[in-house]
């Protein structure tokens, strides 16, 4: 056995059992412990550090854990906010519409172009209302190259 696969078999379940007092040490890695000091001081790290965590898991949380857990992982309370969701889809409306206009002044006539047409200017009003109009504006610059 090399002493990476003897660390790998520090983790295995026999050797846990082992490390918990809960049954022998596997034979093959009694064998390598006998001829290796560093992996006989790894062995007794992981008893310690099975000890530990045995303890951890045993010990009662300190008063007051759980409600602050509960607190922080809750969702913040907030009601709909009607007036800027209607004015966002109002918003996108608009830009649709107005997207679908040029579409039908410059392009074909054809139903898909129409639909793609409102589809971006719906998608234009929402990322204005997500990053603002000059947010939007340089977005626009960077995409069609003139920034």
């Known amino acids: 056995m090399t002493c990476d696969t003897f660390l790998d078999r520090l983790y295995d379940e026999d050797a846990?059992?082992?490390?918990?007092?809960?049954?022998?040490?596997?034979?093959?890695?009694?064998?390598?412990?006998?001829?290796?000091?560093?992996?006989?001081?790894?062995?007794?790290?992981?008893?310690?550090?099975?000890?530990?965590?045995?303890?951890?898991?045993?010990?009662?949380?300190?008063?007051?854990?759980?409600?602050?857990?509960?607190?922080?992982?809750?969702?913040?309370?907030?009601?709909?906010?009607?007036?800027?969701?209607?004015?966002?889809?109002?918003?996108?409306?608009?830009?649709g519409v107005l997207w679908l206009a040029a579409s039908r002044v410059l392009g074909d006539g054809s139903t898909a172009a129409h639909v793609a047409a409102f589809c971006a200017g719906a998608a234009t009003a929402l990322l204005q209302a997500r990053v603002g109009r000059r947010g939007l504006f340089l977005f626009l610059r960077q995409s069609a190259g003139w920034a």
Request: aromatic residues 4%; glycine residues 4%.
């Open 16 to 95: 846990r059992l082992s490390q918990r007092g809960l049954g022998p040490i596997p034979p093959d890695m009694v064998r390598h412990m006998r001829e290796c000091e560093a992996c006989r001081a790894a062995h007794l790290d992981a008893i310690a550090d099975e000890r530990l965590l045995t303890r951890a898991l045993h010990a009662p949380p300190p008063p007051g854990w759980q409600a602050e857990v509960l607190r922080q992982i809750a969702p913040a309370p907030r009601g709909i906010d009607w007036t800027r969701m209607i004015a966002t889809v109002n918003e996108a409306v608009t830009w």
